[in-house]
């Protein structure tokens, strides 16, 4: 699904030491997990 690979995305991001970048991804997934 688009959210697996989303969340396999933000891995991505935590691996690379980019946790801005992960939490912002985070924060987009949330926010369409509570507005669905």
């Known amino acids: 699904t688009k959210i697996a ?3 396999e ?3 991505k991001e935590l691996q690379a030491g ?3 970048l992960a939490r912002q ?3 987009t ?3 369409r ?3 669905s």
Request: glycine content about 12%; overall charge neutral.
């Open 5 to 7: 690979a989303e969340i």
């Open 9 to 11: 995305g933000l891995r």
């Open 18 to 20: 980019r946790p801005a």
């Open 25 to 27: 991804i985070a924060s």
């Open 29 to 31: 997934l949330i926010g």
């Open 33 to 35: 997990e509570v507005s």
